[in-house]
Structure formats: structure tokens, C-alpha cells
């Protein structure tokens, strides 16, 4: 932007790090959403009326039909988060708007979380959490409360992106055998150095492991990958982890196996239809159940507003941002 020219209207759907809104206050005529209530789709339209940059995240739907009212001003949707799933990307590019996301900062805390469900489900780490809660627990016995052992099992990560090699390298600390699979193979510096071993065939690698974590995005392609014929090549004991997107699961098809014992377990940080859960899931035992936390971390939301900044100040300075999402990515 020419100096002399006005702060762009940037408006951000949902409260951010103070520090964050502050600096965007400085930097842009900023709209906030102080009480952070989610935007409905009339809110949202009424937004992207006005914006020259918007800045949403997950919960927000960024649709055709969103993008199709938008004001003329609106010329980049500077999101907040790396998935970009909610954002209609082909309407966004057909309508001259830029996006952009904030990938590499989540990376690690996200795969902590991943690590922390692969643990927590084969050692039943929240229902022993719940039975001294409960006042259940009646002292210690040889035969209570076992799970299995991580050391020396199969994990088969689904997507080996920036998360899914995180995720490699913690498991390998943990005594796990890496598996992946992944749209194309992965470098052999990358493989050899998390001593993966790549299957082209995802149903293949399925019938081999004993831990499946999923870390590869949701697309169209994506979309129901862990389907009810793919989770049945699954063996009985495996476990599923998954801190992507919900929609990479049929939620229904493994809640099913998972209440008949046709799988031992899951850790799941994210819903086919969040904030809803599946009722089937709330019954089971062998599941533990995260409200999508997998990157909440305060360093971590720092990190992304601060990406956030970054990309709108670049892009208004008239430069390309350095996390420009294009569709061929996904
Ligand atoms: C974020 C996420 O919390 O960045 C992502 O893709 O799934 C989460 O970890 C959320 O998306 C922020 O918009």
C-alpha cells in the first residue's frame, strides 16, 4: 500500500492472543470479535462485504456462497490455522482472493498431541484418570488395569507431511516401527533418517500395523480415506489415532467396529461434525476424546497470529505472502 493510503479493513472472525489484536490494531484498521462468539454465514457475508482482508479459522465456512457476495475490496482471506479445508479455494482463485494459511508453526505441538494419544489409548491413560476420579479404584492388582505395550509395535502414519515425520520421530523414541503411507514417497534422506517404511498401497500398510495415526490433510481426495471397507482391513487389536480433520474417518463406520470390539481403541481430537460428537463414541470406553486441541498451545497461537500479520502486511505492501495456499497443494 502507497503510504498515504488508508489501513486496510481487516476483520478477524474470532478472538485472537491480545497481543496479536494489539499489533493488528497498530498495523490495520482492524474489526475484532471480542466476545468471540462463532459468526453465522449472515455475519460472515456481512464481513467479506466489508473486509479487504479476512481472517478466519476452522469454525468458520468460507463457501461459495460467502465468496460469491463478497465486496469487491475483499482480496485476501489471510486465514487463521494451516488446514484449509473450510475455505472454498476454487471460488476464492475464480474470484481473484489470495489465501493464505499459517503451516510449520503448529507442527510440533500438534504431533505432542498425536504422541500423547498413541500413549494414552493402548495404556488406558483417561479411563484410569476417570476410576480414581470416580473413587472406583481400589487399590492396585496385577491384573488390573492393563493395556499394551507401545515398545516394539507397528504405527503406519497416513500422510508423512511436516506432522506426520513429527510424529515419526517421537514414535521411534517410543520404540515404534514407522510405517507410511503418503501421496508420493517421501525423500530417502527422510526415510532413512526416521527409518520408515513406505507402502504405496494404503490398504496394504492397514493390515500390517497396530497403530494408525492420521496427519494428512482433508480434500475431496482425502475425504472418508478410513472408510468402513478400509477400517475392516484393520486387525482387532489395532488402535486409530487421529488429529487432523474428522472427516478423513467414517466417524460412523468406527464408532460401529469400535463398540464391537472389531477394533481395541481410538484417540480422537477431531469430528466429522465439531462441536458434535457421535453418541456411539461418548458410550465407548476404549476411546479418549479431545475437544480438537491438538495445536492449542500459547506459544503455538502466538506463532500463527503472528504468520498471520506477516502474510496480510506482505500482501498489502504489495509482495506475495509467504504462505500463499494454492489448490494444486491440496
Ligand atoms: C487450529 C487446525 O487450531 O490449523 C489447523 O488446521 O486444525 C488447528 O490446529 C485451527 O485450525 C485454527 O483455525
Known amino acids: ?54 481472517v478466519p479459522t476452522v469454525t468458520d465456512r468460507i463457501d461459495a456462497g460467502i465468496l460469491s457476495k463478497s465486496g469487491v475490496n475483499l482480496k485476501l482471506i489471510a486465514s487463521f490455522g494451516t488446514g484449509v479445508d473450510h475455505i472454498d479455494l476454487k471460488t476464492a482463485r475464480q474470484r481473484g482472493i489470495t489465501v493464505t494459511n499459517t503451516p510449520g508453526v503448529l507442527t ?21 484418570e476417570r476410576l480414581v476420579r470416580t473413587g472406583e479404584w481400589h ?5 488390573g488395569m492393563l493395556g499394551h505395550r507401545i515398545w516394539g509395535k507397528r504405527l503406519g502414519i497416513i500422510g ?11 514414535a521411534r523414541g ?7 503411507h503418503n501421496r508420493r514417497r ?54 486409530v489415532v487421529n488429529t487432523s480433520r474428522g472427516e478423513v474417518i467414517d466417524e ?19 469430528f466429522e461434525n465439531e462441536p458434535a460428537i ?9 476411546v479418549v476424546l479431545l475437544p480438537h486441541m491438538g495445536s492449542a498451545t500459547i506459544e503455538g497461537r502466538m506463532d500463527m497470529g503472528e504468520k498471520v500479520i506477516i502474510n496480510i502486511k506482505t500482501f498489502v505492501d504489495g509482495h506475495s505472502p509467504p504462505d500463499r495456499v494454492l489448490e494444486a497443494m491440496f
Open 1 to 54: 500500500m502507497a503510504p498515504n493510503r488508508r489501513k486496510p479493513v481487516v476483520v478477524v472472525t474470532r478472538k485472537l492472543p491480545d497481543a496479536i489484536e494489539t499489533r493488528m490494531m497498530e498495523l490495520f484498521d482492524a474489526r475484532l470479535n471480542l466476545d468471540d462468539r462463532k459468526m453465522t454465514q449472515a455475519q460472515l457475508v456481512e464481513a467479506a462485504g466489508i473486509a479487504d482482508v479476512l
Open 108 to 128: 510440533e505441538d500438534t504431533a505432542d498431541m498425536t504422541m500423547a494419544l498413541i500413549l494414552a489409548v493402548p495404556r488406558r491413560l483417561a479411563e484410569g
Open 139 to 143: 487399590g492396585w492388582s496385577p491384573t
Open 160 to 170: 508423512m507431511g511436516r506432522i506426520g515425520a513429527a510424529v515419526a520421530r517421537r
Open 174 to 180: 517410543f520404540g515404534l516401527a514407522v510405517h507410511y
Open 186 to 239: 517421501v525423500m530417502t534422506e527422510l526415510e532413512t533418517e526416521l527409518d520408515a517404511t513406505y507402502w504405496e498401497s494404503l490398504d496394504q500398510m492397514l493390515a500390517r500395523v497396530d497403530i494408525v495415526s492420521v496427519n494428512c490433510p482433508h480434500t475431496p481426495a482425502t475425504y472418508h480415506l478410513l472408510s468402513a471397507r478400509r477400517l475392516k482391513m484393520l486387525r482387532p487389536h489395532a488402535f
Open 252 to 270: 460412523n463406520a468406527l464408532a460401529r467396529m469400535l463398540a464391537a470390539g472389531e477394533l481395541a481403541g481410538a484417540g480422537l481430537d477431531v
Open 278 to 286: 457421535n453418541p456411539k463414541l461418548l458410550k465407548l470406553d476404549n
